[in-house]
Nanobody, 125 residues
Framework: QVQVVESGGGLVQAGGSLRLSCTTSGLTFGHYAMGWFRQAPGKEREGISCIKWSGSATVYADSVKGRFTISRDNAKNTLYLQMNSLKPEDTAMYYC??????????????????WGQGTQVTVSA
């Protein structure tokens, strides 16, 4: 059974930082592209950053480019998202997901197969 578990969310003031982590079990982590997605109340889930299975390629949404950094440690089956210069508009539930992709790196929710339950990030003004 595949499990995806996010951690590291919380309440932070604008301008602050948080580091999200995501661990998986039940799948070969190094064989999957991984992504971070978020969903704010009343909005659709959006892809904010994705990383290739090898870590050799990453993509970022324009809204987080230059502030967020995605990384992975395949030896530890762990995905990270370093979030700096947080803004109130970053407030959302953040999800981690795994996608069975080798070459392409789409960063849309429909391309990912396994999802975590999410971790809440709240940025106060």
């Amino acid at each position: 059974q595949v499990q995806v578990v996010e951690s590291g969310g919380g309440l932070v003031q604008a301008g602050g930082s948080l580091r999200l982590s995501c661990t998986t079990s039940g799948l070969t982590f190094g064989h999957y592209a991984m992504g971070w997605f978020r969903q704010a109340p009343g909005k659709e889930r959006e892809g904010i950053s994705c990383i290739k299975w090898s870590g050799s390629a990453t993509v970022y949404a324009d809204s987080v480019k230059g502030r967020f950094t995605i990384s992975r440690d395949n030896a530890k089956n762990t995905l990270y998202l370093q979030m700096n210069s947080l803004k109130p508009e970053d407030t959302a539930m953040y999800y981690c997901a795994a996608g069975a992709m080798w070459s392409a790196l789409p960063c849309r929710p429909s391309s990912y197969n396994y999802w975590g339950q999410g971790t809440q990030v709240t940025v106060s003004a």
